[in-house]
């Protein structure tokens, strides 16, 4: 048995006053005639026994009723398991799960508003004096500042369920912030449906004043079908072409699905349906394709219809039709007639060739791909407007001349972090090793194929050897067979450099002329018509990048969806002429997004629900115990559900088995027992 006010007890020198009292309560004696003094000493005798016997009792009801009551005024109590003693104020953290999961239907309805009720009974479980904090996943800033206990049941009244979503070890930390500063010991309670990613119990780091009760909900049904994510067959759509697009949909259930309807709509017109079979607990990849016969945006949505958990049954995109691709040959000894030929064979490409003395540098930023070759120096000029360039989100295919100023080439490199060039290399060599993983070379060769060797690969007559910089990126697309690299890709800022070791001519080698030349050219190309993505997901936004020549004190864009009536102004920053959009959190609905700089139509952007929160696989109390148990953590507790509600568990794992009512019924049955003793024992 432990006390909450163990000073209290000091009152137990209040029993000496019953003593003392006894002691020192002198009676006075009247005399009595008797006739007959025979019966006077056994009279005596058998009064005094009595009188003795009736004292002594008085005096421990006495002393045990005042005992009983400083007990009761120390608060006594049997302690539970993985119950910490606290006394004073405390600070009080609830946090409420208000993602899409809650949505589900729990034993008492709505998880959502079953976590509600059960913050209310926590918060109504602490005195009036202690502090608390009310978090959910948006992580607001008004729910950083400690309120009182009628604030914090308002608090909870208002939450509404997000998009945000958020680990318990993300949660923890975000308490530990609010109670720092604070010398006091901190309850925090979560309360959540408890899903397997989002429970990282092994990543919780709290301090020595934390304890963690976990809440876990249980949801009755843990099944759901979704649209995970929705890919395009090309990085670069060409108006009046065939579009594919490839869905993927699973069927989180242990039920198979059959005939699931899956609808792609175009600027709100149905453009393809079609229907799938789904096994249980599996996925599966549907293609769906449309023909546009207009270039410009087009606003896409792919569609299923799946109850109760239908926040992940809509996936939204946004495509960029063009009639071409702009591309820009500099060049030091007129036209490469092998890079023409590649971009002239097809309508896709507009080409246009400068020679590099004479380049119109401030034309730079309209060309999506800038190819360089036969350039025995690159300039410091050059060099200084390609680094802009690439940075600014543009992509750079690079071959050196067969007879190069290295030390101007490795100025250019270094600027942009790639591998420097060293000599020259002379002999007979052949390119034979090819990164399959790439986006460049994935497709271009049968895999069968490959397994078998049997792939006709260029032969190499003079290249230059690369020196790795310190703070290089590079990917290997092509490596030569003693290991050398003969393609590489590199990234810097927003932009790609792609870097031949060996010249675009004939006496460099035989890639001019071979069959894996144009397609690979293709494929760098084609890599630098996406600057943005063509989606974004809730809560992990990048951000949006744009040519601009106003400053950004001038540039005021707007983001909006008239059908849901949000319009936001994103903050947004213009180095060199280019301008990022920051969209970190200023989305919290998904749709596609209307991007505008004034009046003037700028993109479309596409949002969508993080799906995490759509595998419903929770850990439940067996599992958190067992993660528990794991992480070796001692200050966490979790608190099950029970048909009387929470309010008795957190009275009992905070304050244990109270004691004090049953010592005050005590002290008023010895002081009940005083006034019988002293009104019926004669």
Not at 380 to 392: D, F, P, Q, R, V
Not at 498 to 510: D, E, K, T, V
Request: charged residues 20%; glycine residues 4%.
């Amino acid at each position: 048995m432990l006390f909450n006010y163990p000073a209290f007890l000091w009152a137990l020198t209040f029993l000496a006053v019953p003593v003392i009292i006894h002691l020192f309560n002198f009676r006075r004696f009247k005399k009595v005639m008797f006739t007959n003094v025979r019966f006077l000493k056994e009279i005596t005798e058998e009064t005094t026994s009595r009188s003795k016997l009736r004292h002594w009792l008085v005096l421990l009801c006495r002393l045990l009723a005042v005992s009983a009551l400083v007990f009761a005024f120390a608060q006594p109590y049997i302690p539970v398991k993985n119950q910490v003693t606290v006394s004073g104020d405390q600070i009080i953290s609830v946090y409420i799960d208000n993602s899409f999961s809650m949505e589900a239907n729990g034993k008492k309805g709505a998880l959502s508003d079953e976590a509600k009720n059960a913050a209310k009974e926590i918060v109504n479980a602490f005195k009036p004096s202690d502090r608390f904090q009310i978090l959910t996943n948006d992580f607001e800033a008004r729910h950083q500042r400690l309120v009182n206990r009628e604030e914090a049941l308002s608090q909870v009244d208002e939450i509404k369920t997000s998009a945000s979503v958020r680990t318990l070890s993300e949660v923890v930390k975000r308490q530990g912030q609010a109670a720092s500063g604070n010398a006091v010991y901190v309850n925090s309670y979560l309360i959540s449906d408890m899903q397997k990613w989002q429970s990282d119990i092994s990543q919780m780091n709290p301090d020595s004043n934390f304890h963690i009760f976990l809440i876990p909900l249980d949801a009755e049904s843990s099944s759901n079908l979704y649209i995970d994510t929705c890919k395009l067959s090309s990085p670069y759509l060409l108006a009046r072409k065939p579009v594919e697009l490839t869905a993927v949909i699973r069927n989180f259930s242990d039920e198979p699905v059959e005939q699931l309807s899956i609808k792609l709509t175009i600027n709100g017109i149905q453009k393809a349906v079609t229907n799938i079979n789904l096994d249980a607990q599996a996925a599966a990849e549907t293609q769906l394709s449309f023909t546009s016969s207009e270039s410009g945006i087009l606003k896409g949505e792919i569609s299923i219809a799946d109850y109760p958990v239908t926040f992940d049954d809509k996936w939204y995109f946004t495509i960029k039709m063009t009639d071409h691709i702009s591309v820009l040959s500099l060049t030091g000894k007129g036209s490469n007639r092998y890079i023409r030929s590649v971009f002239d064979a097809d309508p896709l490409f507009s080409l246009n060739v400068q020679s590099a003395s004479q380049a119109d540098y401030g034309s730079f930023s309209q060309f999506q791909t800038i190819v360089v070759s036969d350039l025995t120096e690159l300039t410091t000029g050059l060099s200084n407007e390609l680094e802009k360039y690439i940075n600014a989100g543009g992509t750079l295919i690079l071959f050196p001349d067969t007879t190069i100023n290295s030390e101007s080439y490795n100025y250019f490199f270094g600027k942009v972090t790639a591998d420097l060039f060293d000599q020259p290399v002379e002999g007979e060599f052949q390119a034979d090793r090819i990164n399959y993983e790439s986006d460049v070379m994935n497709g271009i060769f049968d895999l069968k194929q490959h397994q078998d060797k049997n792939i006709d690969f260029p032969a190499v007559r003079k290249y230059f050897r690369q020196t790795t910089h310190s703070r290089s990126s590079k990917e290997p697309i092509i490596s030569l067979q003693n290991g050398n690299s003969f393609l590489s890709k590199y990234k810097y800022g927003k932009g790609q450099i792609y870097i031949f070791s060996q010249a675009a001519a004939l006496a460099a080698g035989n890639l001019v002329n071979h069959a894996l030349f144009a397609p690979v050219m293709y494929r760098m190309t084609m890599s630098s018509a996406v600057t943005n993505p063509v989606q974004y997901v809730i809560g992990h936004e990048s951000g949006y990048v744009f040519k601009s020549p106003e400053q950004a004190g001038d540039l005021v864009c707007t983001l909006s969806n008239d059908e849901l009536g949000v319009e936001v102004i994103p903050p947004v920053k213009v180095i060199a002429g280019i301008a990022e959009l920051n969209l970190t959190g200023i989305i919290h609905a998904d749709g596609i997004y209307t991007l505008k700089n004034g009046d003037k139509l700028m993109d479309a952007l596409a949002f969508n629900y993080d799906r995490r929160e759509s595998e419903l696989s929770y850990l439940g109390k067996d599992g958190l115990n067992s993660e528990i148990l794991k992480s070796g953590l001692r200050n966490i507790s979790i608190i099950p559900s029970t048909p009387a509600g929470y309010t008795r568990s957190v009275i009992l794992q905070n304050h244990g088995i109270a004691l004090w009512k049953w010592f005050l019924i005590t002290a008023l049955i010895f002081l009940a027992a005083e006034i019988l003793l002293l009104r019926f024992f004669k």
